[in-house]
């Protein structure tokens, strides 16, 4: 078991340069993103006119007149701590604000990923199984329309059939299953084309191998055949897909966390760009980061029970 542990060790140092570059990033966002917190501050009311004088004593207090350089190190040194600092708006820890509506998005990318697995993966090995046929041709044109509608145009025709006609699912809101069956659905669609369009294609290429024919030869069952040989070792490509994209519905579910008033990280990002609060932008980017960094080292794991080679030290 050295080879797997030492190649475990790679991967996790291999991430140090990419988290740092995730601060790098998450800070610089918030540094050259137009307009002033300050003002932005002081002109919550939509009322007031700020002086040139309040505006310095608050850019003071929120530390904006800092080098650029001292401010970084600053808010690195707090991050490695949890320390994702506070709302410039409403006051508030980031980090709390975080982890509060972090379940939330959790149970949203569940629910997607759940529509991703039941749906593309049965269609992927219907499509493999009948190759070249009319149910093929039909899968494929499914899966091309999925992958080519966009998000927020099949949110307002799902929000117009199942809730103003059929009256069948809420609106908006978030606290039951039938809350996220919609904005579950629509953060699939996308993906669950692709998914079955890269299924089908390395299934077909795992039957078209020598050890299915020598299975076959044996006289083992179609379903044995098909299902603990060729699909199994068609699995590496789409253990990649889902937890890359595991990884990115978690952080970039915005636009449908919008479109159904969910209330969860990506709302709340979306707060804070409007408000111009930079420590929300900037917090939000480097944990959406970390979740990525996370879900590739659970996907490089799973490399190693799905593909024996990197076990015996292979590439």
């Not at 117009?160 to 809101?173: A, K, N, Q, V």
Request: proline fraction near 5%; charge should be positive.
């Amino acid at each position: 078991m050295k080879t797997p542990f030492k190649y475990l060790i790679r991967r996790i140092l291999m991430t140090i340069p990419i988290l740092i570059g995730i601060t790098f990033l998450g800070f610089i966002l918030g540094v050259i993103a137009p307009g002033d917190p300050a003002v932005e501050y002081l002109s919550m009311d939509g009322i007031s006119a700020p002086t040139d004088e309040e505006i310095e004593r608050v850019r003071e207090e929120l530390g904006l007149n800092d080098n650029i350089i001292v401010q970084y190190v600053n808010w690195t040194k707090k991050a490695m701590t949890g320390d994702l600092g506070l709302s410039y708006i409403k006051k508030t820890s980031i980090t709390e604000e975080i982890l509060r509506r972090l379940p939330i998005t959790f149970s949203l990318s569940l629910m997607a990923m759940f529509f991703v697995i039941v749906l593309s993966i049965p269609l992927a090995i219907i499509m493999a199984l009948k190759k070249d046929s009319a149910i093929d041709k039909i899968g494929t044109f499914v899966s091309l329309l999925m992958t080519s509608i966009p998000g927020f145009w099949l949110a307002i025709i799902m929000l117009s059939i199942f809730c103003e006609t059929l009256r069948w699912l809420p609106t908006s809101g978030y606290g039951t299953i039938k809350h996220l069956i919609m904005p579950g659905f629509v953060l699939a669609a996308g993906t669950i084309g692709t998914v079955a369009r890269l299924n089908r294609a390395t299934l077909i290429e795992s039957i078209g191998q020598n050890y299915i024919t020598v299975a076959k030869a044996k006289g083992l069952p179609n379903k044995i055949v098909i299902f603990k040989y060729a699909f199994l070792n068609s699995l590496m490509p789409i253990v990649t897909v889902l937890g890359n994209y595991f990884g990115a519905i978690l952080g970039g579910s915005t636009v449908v966390e919008v479109i159904f008033s969910i209330p969860g990280m990506g709302s709340y990002v979306i707060q804070g760009i409007m408000s111009r609060d930079y420590p929300v932008v900037q917090g939000y980017v480097l944990f959406t980061g970390i979740i990525f960094i996370v879900f590739n080292l659970i996907v490089d794991i799973c490399y190693l029970f799905l593909n024996p080679k990197m076990r015996v030290g292979g590439k």
